[in-house]
C-alpha cells in the first residue's frame, strides 16, 4: 500500500453511502489514506458508512457532503470541499442502471443513466483534474463494468455509458501519459458483484444467485473490486 501511505492521500469517492461505495471508503481508509471525502445524495447513509469507517480506522478524517452528481451546484461544492482538503484521488464510482426493452425506455431514463454514469464523471474529473496539475500530483478512477466491453440485452442505455466511460478514461490517461502530466487514469471494469452494488439486489427478481448469472461474464465480491481500486491508484 506504499502508494497511498506516500501521498498521504485525501480521497473522494461519490457514491458513497452504500454498495462498492461504502466498501471501497472503508478499504482506501484501512490502506492509509488520512482523509476521506464521501459524497452521496443520503446522508443518512453516509453518517452510518463513516461510523464504520471511523470504527474501523479511528484515524481518518472522514468529511460527508450532499451529492447528486447531475446537479452543477452540488458538484461545485463538493470539488470545493475536496480542493480545501487537498484532494489527490477521485473514485467515479457513482452509478444507477434501468434494465427495460430499449425502445420502452423514456427520455428521462435515458438521461438519468447517461448523465449519473457519464457525463458527471467527465464533469467532475475536468475539475479534479485541474486541481491535481496545480498540486503536480493525482490520480483518477473510474468505476467502469464488464458491461463496457459485451453487449447488455435489456441494459442497452447502461451498456453505453459505460463503455463511454471506459473510452473516456484510456484516452485521458493517453493524454496524460504523452503530456507527461503527473495524474494517472485507470478503469475498474468488474463482472456481477455479489452482496453490494447494483446486481446484489437483483437476485430474487432473476431467480438465480449472482455466480449462476455471472457464468457467461464473471462475477466477484466487493472486497475484490475495492482492492482493485486501491491497485489502480498506487499503479504508476
Request: aromatic fraction near 4%; include cysteine; proline fraction near 3%.
Amino acid at each position: 500500500m506504499a502508494g497511498l501511505l506516500r501521498f498521504s492521500s485525501s480521497c473522494a469517492i461519490t457514491g458513497a453511502s452504500e454498495g462498492l461505495g461504502a466498501v471501497v471508503a472503508l478499504h482506501l481508509a484501512k490502506a492509509g489514506a488520512k482523509k476521506l471525502i464521501l459524497g452521496a445524495r443520503r446522508m443518512e447513509k453516509l453518517l452510518k458508512v463513516k461510523e464504520d469507517v471511523v470504527k474501523q480506522s479511528p484515524s481518518v478524517d472522514v468529511i460527508l457532503v450532499k451529492l447528486d452528481v447531475r446537479d452543477a451546484e452540488s458538484r461545485a461544492n463538493f470539488v470545493r470541499e475536496a480542493r480545501e482538503n487537498s484532494c489527490n484521488v477521485l473514485v467515479n464510482n457513482a452509478g444507477v442502471d434501468r434494465n427495460a426493452f430499449f425502445e420502452k425506455m423514456s427520455d428521462d431514463e435515458v438521461d438519468l443513466v447517461m448523465e449519473t454514469n457519464l457525463l458527471s464523471c467527465v464533469k467532475l474529473t475536468r475539475s479534479f483534474l485541474n486541481m491535481m496539475l496545480e498540486a503536480k500530483g493525482g490520480h483518477i478512477v473510474n468505476m467502469c463494468s464488464v458491461a463496457s466491453q459485451l453487449p447488455v440485452p435489456f441494459g442497452a442505455i447502461y451498456a453505453t455509458s459505460k463503455a463511454g466511460l471506459l473510452g473516456f478514461s484510456a484516452s485521458l490517461r493517453a493524454e496524460m501519459i504523452y503530456e507527461k502530466k503527473p495524474v494517472t487514469v485507470h478503469s475498474i471494469c468488474p463482472g456481477l458483484v455479489v452482496d453490494a452494488g447494483m446486481a446484489s439486489d437483483r437476485e430474487e427478481r432473476l431467480g438465480l444467485t449472482i455466480r449462476e448469472a455471472g457464468r457467461l461474464v464473471g462475477w466477484t465480491t466487493p472486497k475484490r473490486v475495492a482492492e482493485a481500486v486501491i491497485m489502480a491508484i498506487e499503479y504508476i
